[in-house]
């Protein structure tokens, strides 16, 4: 299994979540939408470090599914495609599969969408920022949202863990970092001590000590599947102020 987040980017145009009117509410318990799929796909993350591209295509998977109950189906060839059109990836040059900058994907995200299986482009619309290790923040954010991406260090314990079939926690506050990941969460079966995502095709949690230590940024992101007919956001969001915050920038 491959990494591939590059380190997080200090901008300080960047919009911040707080900013806006947005209701976050009090999350129930066990929440979320990881069982919409029992296979999320891996999407040549298992050979490459396209991560952020392979957690946008699951992100579109479940906005679809969940507001229209429309399966999306995404492919290996077009989420590469994504990741070398931002990036220059080339599959027959190992040398440029360096990964990506979230903030880079954000941008392409919102101006040109990511490919499905068939071609189609999938947009967001905007995107804000959440506090880096918040985890409180993070599980109200994917319970209004639905998902949130999570980028984070990946301490060489994980590895372990995974193959034990155990969530992440952490192990050792001293290990040594592998690099970095990008995941969607996609909810919580227990939304005080751990948060649910996508990761390598499989549903996977970490626990409120890992994200707590290791993220180091994590955004919201309004898909345009998810925005009503009349033009609003969900749950409350300025998405007028946030879109010409957008513009402004």
């Not at 229209?68 to 995404?74: A, R």
């Not at 301490?155 to 990008?182: F, K, M, R, S």
Request: hydrophobic letters at 40%; one cysteine or more; glycine letters at 10%.
């Amino acid at each position: 299994m491959k990494l591939g987040k590059l380190p997080a980017q200090e901008d300080s145009r960047t919009l911040k979540l707080s900013t806006y009117d947005v209701d976050l509410p009090t999350p129930t318990k066990l929440f979320g939408f990881g069982g919409l799929y029992f296979d999320w796909g891996v999407l040549g993350n298992d050979q490459y470090g396209d991560c952020v591209w392979a957690g946008a295509a699951h992100e579109t998977m479940l906005w679809n599914k969940v507001r229209g109950g429309t399966d999306v189906p995404m492919s290996t060839k077009n989420t590469l495609q994504d990741y070398a059109d931002v990036t220059g990836f080339d599959p027959k040059n190992p040398g440029s599969d360096q990964g990506t900058y979230m903030l880079d994907a954000l941008k392409y995200r919102k101006a040109t969408g990511v490919r499905d299986a068939a071609g189609a482009r999938h947009k967001i619309a905007a995107y804000v920022a959440l506090e880096p290790g918040n985890f409180d923040q993070a599980i109200q954010a994917t319970y209004v949202f639905g998902s949130i991406g999570i980028g984070f260090l990946v301490p060489d314990t994980i590895w372990e863990q995974w193959d034990n079939g155990e969530y992440w926690d952490v192990l050792d506050p001293n290990a040594a970092i592998d690099g970095g990941h990008y995941v969607p969460s996609v909810g919580s079966r227990n939304s005080a001590a751990r948060i649910t995502f996508i990761t390598w095709g499989r549903r996977w949690q970490m626990t409120r000590r890992f994200y707590e230590k290791y993220v180091d940024e994590a955004w919201a992101m309004l898909s345009e599947e998810q925005i009503r007919a009349d033009g609003t956001g969900i749950h409350g969001l300025d998405l007028e102020k946030l879109q010409a915050d957008l513009a402004a920038i």
